[in-house]
């Protein structure tokens, strides 16, 4: 009797598993290349810097070179002491499209990051806003132009893609798994009609609607969440567009240790909380799933009588993690190799218990 139960037990989550892979291999497929247009509306590039001297002078170079006919940058210096405020003041006097703001002190009971790219959005001249963070760099001269190509009147979100650099070790090999695992789950729902959230480093909205919705209102003291919280309040099929190409790529610069990378994976998984119930459910039924395939699965291939059965599934379920990984990566340009998927499978069911006590027992999330 306990080996009927767990054999149905096993068959029904590892079932949801490939609903729930065939989903995000739908939205993936659903991807259009793409569209070669030229756009008359202008770009405002916001970038919100705390001490990124180092990373801005790699970033504000690439931005001065894109391929763009109108737009502009705008760096808010979110009280630096590193000499990134002298570096861009004297940039700002030679570059006529690079705008230097400044926060000095910051206002009680207000996020950093939120407060600075506020101030960045307001100051912008053009609706269009396009965000990435100062450790990023656009892998093409046509990032601006790619969401500009996305851009019409019924738009008030574009969601990119950002990848993490390739460095040696398998802790960068599962940072950048991830981030695709991430990035297709967002982008396959937003071309689904079901958006839920972005990612900061490489995304664009409006300020029409930014500041009409009154900004970061209602989580402007969270830590994070200055990115998908506030697409996941209000973004919806019918206003939200994606941009999933290598002209639109950004590439990230990863944590280096656990000790960070676990860090930066608390804050954003602590934000989560703020999402909309029906992503909670949607999203949490997925890991939970993905979790009980592994606490199920050994048990199930023991007791079996009938082996055949879980083999084909699990095979069948990694066939499609495979192929959704491999169509993303085409589309995107990012870079995974797959020799090492069981083990990125494995690895994610040990990082989701590690990081959800870390989340349980953290009182205060911090930056870094």
Known sequence: MIVSY????????VGVQLI?????????????????????????????????????QQLIPLLLKQSYHTYEIIIVDD??????????????????????????????HLNGKKYALTLG??????????????DCSPLSNNWISSFANSWDSQTSFVLGFSEYERKKGLLNYFIRFETILTGIQYVSAAVLGKPYMGVGRNLSYSKTLFLSKKGFHGFQGVTGGDDDLFVNKYAIGSNTKTQL???????????????????QKVRHLSV??????????????????WLATWAIAPFEI??????????????????????????????????????????????FVLYYFVIGARTLLTKRVKWS
């Not at 959005?121 to 100062?134: C, F, G, H, N």
């Not at 990863?254 to 860090?263: A, E, G, H, V, Y």
């Not at 379920?317 to 990125?344: C, D, E, P, Q």
């Open 121 to 134: 959005i307001k100051a912008a001249s053009y609706d269009q806003i396009l965000l990435t963070d100062a």
């Open 245 to 263: 190409s290598q002209k639109s790529a950004v590439s990230s610069k990863p944590k280096s240790n656990f000790t960070n990378f676990m860090t």
């Open 302 to 347: 023991l007791l079996t009588q009938n082996l055949m059965a879980p083999i084909l599934l699990l095979l069948g379920r990694y066939i499609l993690i495979g192929a959704t990984i491999l169509v993303f990566k085409n589309k995107s340009g990012a870079k995974l190799s797959l020799l090492g998927l069981i083990l990125l499978d494995f690895m």
């Open 20 to 56: 729930y892979w065939v989903v995000w291999l739908a939205g993936v497929l659903k991807l259009k290349p793409d569209t070669e247009n030229k756009p008359a509306h202008g770009v405002s590039v916001v970038v919100a810097a705390n001490n990124e001297l180092q990373n801005l």
């Open 272 to 289: 989560g909380k703020y999402y909309s119930s029906k992503s909670k459910i949607i999203l949490g039924f997925f890991t939970f799933t």
């Open 6 to 13: 767990l054999e149905l037990a096993f068959f029904i989550i």
């Open 79 to 108: 009280r630096s002491s590193d000499g990134s405020y002298d570096y861009l003041l004297g940039l700002s006097q030679q570059e006529p499209n690079l705008k230097l703001l400044q926060v000095s002190e910051l206002p009680d």
